[in-house]
């Protein structure tokens, strides 16, 4: 295909602010899309990103000698992943690496630990109970009355299963224990409560086979070989985008027979443009910039440039076009997409990273289950701590909490100081050990105050379904007739089976790609039997009957 994409020689190809193709966020869904494109020598786009940086929720940074990932840490599954393919391809993965032994005890708020044996049996059966709650995704059974969620499912099958339990001391911990993995889970699905997650739909989401993948140079390692295909004078760091005009062609088109609302076409979406014709600023823009009809979409940025295109890729993440749809878009989306935009869930999980001069831990545990009593307080202020569920190390020195929810959004109020103090007062009491040292420093993601986020990954909360992805990512046109859309969405809450990972941006970023190099009307298939007598090969060995 050639360079341009075949763009015929008319008067927007001189504009320096014009692209065939412009791709918002340079996340994974937007560098994607940009990768395959050159990749195919289409090079006529911009990749619009609004920070300093690329990769968007996947981001590193030093704490000491160590390089830590603030956002996505590995690579969900082998089997059918193109980001570990990708990373394979480019020897990022470390395929004679044996893997590392995991160590998990289970401690009360006393500092007393549970049994393995305990941990394992409840661990199993809180696993059996999670994988009931997915199967209703592809079952014709109905889940009891009145239980909508996969939180009250699983509270319903971890009470039948403690009714069992006769000592109640020893229930009492099994139901601890039971509350921690709950708050384990929230972070796996990024949500405050997993009462908030559908249950007729927690099993729409395709978990790929081979467990989860660490790069040895961290997951950012996996951006270079994308940022070194693109070209750079393609890239607009520092160029957030806060209006997208999507129907400017559709703006000055008459309809044929000369009617006005009563056309054929009335009920296509028109922008209405509110600017005042006869000003001269107006004026003296068009003597500069393309004519509307030259363009189909317009892309204005905060610093006021604006660019001009034929189609555009919408990898924002679902957290910000909750935040800013009603107005970023002109004219405004279709009523489908925003009422799916509400009701998928967004929610924000975020990491505690504390650096200790020296360490504390046995070197034979890797991870600290937290067992919180029940608290009546409802007061956030002073028991949001309560939601980390562990600690786990990432070196011996390196200690990783994890935290969801409204806690999460609280915690990111705080100074480090407050969270390091607070945290010290937690890893002294669980493991009953005054004398642990205070770190030396503590880190603590933001995903939920940043503004290009505002939160950390898509789930589908109860009363929405898969269906809200898919309308999502359905693509925009400005006519029926049109070959291809001039507005498309790419990220991860946009596939409907891998949402919420880098893979499921990656893909959908790709299929961006894939549709802007299609050929605009479908070849004919043609079959060639030229060498053949008959049609039996093809069918050989099949038996009817």
Known sequence: MAENGGTSGTNHQDSPNYAKVLIIGAGMAGLSAAYHLTRNNFTDFKLFEARRRLGGRIVQIPIGVE?????????????????????????????MAAPKSHKIVAATEQGKQLP???LQEIYEAYLCFLKRCEEYFISQYEPP????????????EMNLYLDKVKDPVERHLKELLFDCLLKRETCISGCDSMNEIDLLEIGSYTE??????????????????????????????????????????????????????????SDITVVEDGSTPGSSREVSQEKTFPTPSSYSVEVVCENNQRFYGDHLICTIPLGVLKHKATSLFKPPLPDYKTEAIDRLLFGTVDKILLEFERPFLHPSITEVLLLWEDDSSEDITKNWFRKIYSFSKITETLILGWISGKEAEYMETLDSNTVLETCTV??????????????????????HKQEYTRGSYTAIAVGASQIDIECLAQPLYLDEND??????????????NFYSTVHGAYLTGRTAAQTILSNDTPQEIVVDCEDETDLSSWIQGITLE
């Open 67 to 95: 390089r830590v990932e603030l956002g996505a840490n590995w690579i969900h599954g082998v089997l059918g992943n193109p980001v570990y393919e990708l990373a394979m391809q480019h020897g990022l993965v470390d395929i």
């Open 145 to 156: 009355d009145g239980i909508d969620s996969v939180g009250e499912h699983m509270k319903l």
């Open 483 to 496: 070959a291809k859309p001039v507005l498309m969405f790419a990220g991860e809450h946009t596939h409907s």
């Open 116 to 118: 393995f044996t305990v």
């Open 208 to 265: 790929l086979q081979g467990g989860n993948i660490i790069l040895p140079k961290g997951y950012s390692s996996i951006l270079e070989p994308l940022e070194r295909v693109i070209p750079k004078d393609k890239i607009l760091r520092k160029h957030p985008v806060k209006l997208i005009k999507w129907n400017c062609r559709k703006r000055i088109q008459k309809p044929e027979n000369g009617s006005d609302s009563d056309s054929e076409e």
């Open 426 to 447: 937690v890893l002294r009491k669980f493991l009953n050990d005054p004398f642990i040292p205070k770190p030396k420093s503590c880190v603590c993601t933001s995903w």
